[in-house]
């Protein structure tokens, strides 16, 4: 199973940027997928989760500013970031739950995607 993350680069404050994470390789299903970042210094946080269902969960710092979404179909999950702030800059890693059968069991296991750079200028 891997994650490949996608749309970070370089924003001016106030703008707003796409990020994508698709989940490929063998595997029954996926169940919760999130965003999660990294600023210099600091532990990496909670931005937004998504559950298969669609049920979504953001940190008190994005809400009303960025929206995840996610196509089943796909296998990806996404995150509209808009009305970007400099605190915003960050290393954007992507996670998904995801469910293989093996012997007649189920495994549940979360990967992580690489990571993209967001960075936001004043």
């Known amino acids: 199973v891997q994650l490949q993350a996608s749309g970070g680069g370089l924003v001016q404050a106030g703008g707003s940027l796409r990020l994508s994470c698709a989940v490929s390789g063998t595997f029954w299903k996926i169940n919760d997928m999130g965003w999660y970042r990294q600023a210099p210094g600091k532990q990496r946080e909670l931005v937004s989760t998504i559950s298969s269902g669609g049920s979504t969960n953001y940190a008190d710092s994005v809400k009303g500013r960025f929206t995840i979404s996610r196509d089943n179909a796909k296998n990806t999950v996404y995150l509209q970031m808009n009305s970007l702030k400099l605190e915003d800059t960050a290393v954007y890693y992507c996670?998904?739950?995801?469910?293989?059968?093996?012997?007649?069991?189920?495994?549940?296991?979360?990967?992580w995607g690489q990571g993209t750079q967001v960075t936001v200028s004043s």
């Open positions: 996670n998904a739950d995801v469910v293989r059968v093996g012997r007649g069991a189920t495994v549940s296991q979360v990967h």
